[in-house]
């Protein structure tokens, strides 16, 4: 069985690894040069939950992937606003049963990835592992999951039993989720009002609990996802994802969200749009307000224009 990772910065260089590491005929995909080059030519050194690792995995550029690679597995690790891109670079390295997988953060990617495959090939998800690039070659991955898959569609089951079967045999727990929309829109609330307060008020995640206008921001946030999250049939309660939201905040104060990393430290542009803006546009579509999160997305782009964000 042939796997690519089709976007191989921090997640998805450590999915590679512990797929590497089990034995997995996997290769290693990406476009930024600093970080292909350096694979390439020196393997990747891979910090796992404080255990140094160094693999001589396949690596390629998108433009240079061998004509006779073909995956029968694809996980998806780009940042959300280069998925298009990608799905481009990787179609011709496809066959016609070919899974994709993608456990990326933010809402409704699968509109973009049926434009290529077949519903019942998109094994879709959320993922608590976090990972991070210390330099190009470079990077490490913590905690234990799980990774929570589910399949879009009911012909998309066995699919996802497959990936399920990989994930486990590759030590990077596998669940098959019961409510998969759930379980996204649970990711989006964490993902929705951390981030974006963080970088906005640039700081961590103990200090904005600290602020009770903040802890006000994250409930209004909080509210306004719960309510359009309505729209897929989910139905959560607020005060509930409030007092979770809180408590995590708490548990992981002294740690900085990825969005404040990306764009506070390194000057990148964000997800914001398929955070809290697909959350507003996804309520436009239905009638629903959400005018925080509109407000804090148009906070984040006029963030990402004053650093001069790329
Ligand atoms: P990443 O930014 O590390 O990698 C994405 C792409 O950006 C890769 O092509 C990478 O090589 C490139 N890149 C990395 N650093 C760069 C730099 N300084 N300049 C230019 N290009 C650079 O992204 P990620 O953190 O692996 O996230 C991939 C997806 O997984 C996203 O949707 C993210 O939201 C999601 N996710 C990430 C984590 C995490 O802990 N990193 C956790 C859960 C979900």
Redesign the pocket.
């Known amino acids: 069985m042939k796997i690519a990772i089709a976007?191989?910065?921090?997640?998805?260089s450590g999915f590679g690894a512990k797929l590497f590491q089990h034995g997995y005929d996997v290769s290693l995909i990406?476009?930024?040069e600093p970080?292909v080059t350096s694979i390439q030519q020196e393997g990747l050194h891979i910090d796992i939950n404080g255990s140094m690792y160094h693999f001589d995995i396949p690596m390629y550029r998108f433009s240079q992937i061998p004509q006779s690679e073909v995956y029968d597995i694809v996980f998806l690790?780009?940042?959300?606003m280069?998925l298009k891109h990608v799905l481009e670079d990787i179609q011709p390295h496809l066959h016609n049963q070919t899974i994709i997988v993608c456990?990326?953060?933010?809402l409704k990617h699968e509109r973009v990835i049926r434009n290529y495959v077949e519903e019942y090939r998109i094994v879709r998800g959320v993922?608590?592992?976090?990972?991070?690039?210390d330099k190009p070659g470079r990077t490490h991955l913590m905690g234990s999951g799980p990774v929570e898959i589910g399949s879009l569609v009911p012909e998309g089951k066995d699919n996802v039993k497959v990936v399920v079967d990989i994930l486990n045999k590759a030590e990077l727990n596998g669940v098959e989720s019961d409510n998969l929309h759930q379980s996204i829109w649970k990711k989006i609330c964490v993902?929705g009002t951390a981030n974006a307060l963080c970088s906005i008020l640039e700081c961590n995640l103990a200090t904005l609990n600290d602020s009770s206008y903040a802890k006000n921001l994250i409930y209004q946030l909080t509210q306004e996802i719960v309510h359009v999250a309505t729209t897929d049939d989910v139905y959560l309660n607020v005060d509930e994802v409030f007092e979770y939201l809180i408590n995590l905040n708490e548990k992981v104060g002294p740690h900085y969200p990825?969005m404040y990393q990306?764009l506070i430290k390194?000057h990148?542009k964000t997800?914001i749009d398929y955070i809290n803006g697909a959350v507003a546009q996804l309520g436009k579509e239905n009638n629903i307000p959400a005018p925080v999160n509109a407000f804090v997305t148009n906070l984040i782009h006029s963030k990402e224009n004053q650093l001069n964000a790329q």
């Open positions: 976007g191989s910065g921090a997640l998805g990406d476009g930024w970080q690790f780009p940042k959300s280069q456990t990326m953060n933010g993922t608590t592992w976090t990972a991070g690039i993902n990825s990306d390194d990148r997800e």
